[in-house]
């Protein structure tokens, strides 16, 4: 049985949820925060180590401008009510991407990240305003500023990841197999499950059933 420390989510689907289901897609993501919510209470009880949810990515501000805003204020309003209680279950979370928002949703994410730092029970990244690509350049930037070699070692310390094992597994719900700019690099040895659900009707059901089918996979890493 494979050991599992690190599940890593596309959180797809809630837009589509939305229209369907309330005729705006807001209420899609809406309901997908809920789900978030079980997931993270799940995976408590699973024993994982690190939850890694894809919630906005850099090419995610093509988008109306008005769906931005709505994302940004339930994520606001989100940590806001919902910090103490992430605080108190002894859970650590770390924005991965580049924090350039509202002034306020800077703070508070600055906040939450130092409040909850030094919890151990399960480490949240949540990716916002993530991209894998300019992860990537601005590492590779870094390493030729500072004149260092080019190597896997000192390459990885400068990703947004640093210090986080790679995914074991991937989960893209809304029944689209894309990657879509998403931890490029760190998933070059993950399993990948591709979720027709649509991310509001995820279950955690669901969620324990691929967990038991990445445990049964056999995993080489370029061995036999
Ligand atoms: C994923 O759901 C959540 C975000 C990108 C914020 P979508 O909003 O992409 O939902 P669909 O894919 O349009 O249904
Ligand atoms: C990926 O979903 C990003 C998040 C879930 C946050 P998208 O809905 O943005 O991906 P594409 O555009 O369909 O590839
Ligand atoms: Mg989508």
Sequence with gaps: MNSLDHVAIIMDGNGRWGLKNNKSRNAGHKAGLKVVEKIIKSSIKQKIKYLTLYAFSTENWKRPKKEI????????????????????????????GVKSFSLKLNRLLRLAEKKTLKNNKLQINLALNYGAKFELINAFKNLAKNKENINEKNLVKYFQTKNIPDPDMLIRTGNTKRLSNFLLWQLAYSEIFFEKKLWPDFNEHDYIKLISKFKKIKRNFGKI
């Excluded at 994302?71 to 991965?96: A, G, M, S, V």
Aim: hydrophobic share 45%; no cysteine.
């Design 69 to 96: 805003n709505f994302l940004f204020d339930l994520l606001e309003n989100f940590l806001t009510h919902r910090i103490d209680d992430l605080h108190k279950q002894n859970i650590k979370l770390k924005i991965i």
